[in-house]
Structure formats: C-alpha cells, structure tokens
C-alpha cells in the first residue's frame, strides 16, 4: 500500500472524471490571491487534460511561465506542469 502525500495548498491533482473547468477556476483564483506558482499533476487518462489545462492558462494570463516533467511508475504514465505568474514590471 503506498502512502500518498498530503497536497500542498498549490498542487492540483487532475482527476480523468472532473471537469477542466474546475481547474482552471482554481488556479485562476490561486494567482488571483497572490501564488506565484501552481503544481499541476496528472496520472495516465489525466495527461491530455493537464496539458489542456495548463494551455489554457497560460493563453488567458500575460506573463505565465512554464516547466514539464514526465515520469513513469508502476506502469503509469504521469506529467508534473510548473505554472509560475512572472511579476510585470
């Protein structure tokens, strides 16, 4: 039995059966309360829609930084999206 750590209050785990929708309110509202940088994680059927979510951002907010990461465990695919809000000067 793996033990999963706890989210932090800037990581999203994305779920293949919730709407993109609902992560891209949180996010937003994340940067809107001053995070300057938001973890998105996905498994296997979750990997598209990471990816869909992270583009949508970054094409709604000037200024958005990002880095990816993949990794492989268990036979599962996963994707690990840094979205960092740069400050304008």
């Known amino acids: 039995m793996k ?3 706890k989210a932090a209050f800037n990581e999203i785990f994305v779920k293949h059966d919730a709407h993109i929708n609902r992560y ?3 996010i937003i509202q994340l940067f809107e309360e001053g995070i300057q940088t938001v973890l ?11 990816v869909r979510i992270a583009l949508q951002i970054i094409d709604q907010y000037c200024g958005i930084t990002y880095k990816i990461k993949t ?3 268990d036979n599962k695919s ?3 999206i ?3 809000k740069q400050l304008l000067i």
């Open 3 to 5: 033990i999963h750590k």
């Open 24 to 26: 891209i309110k949180r």
């Open 40 to 50: 998105i994680h996905g498994l296997s059927a979750s990997i598209e829609k990471c």
């Open 71 to 73: 990794s492989s465990q």
């Open 78 to 80: 996963g994707i690990h």
């Open 82 to 84: 840094e979205l960092k």
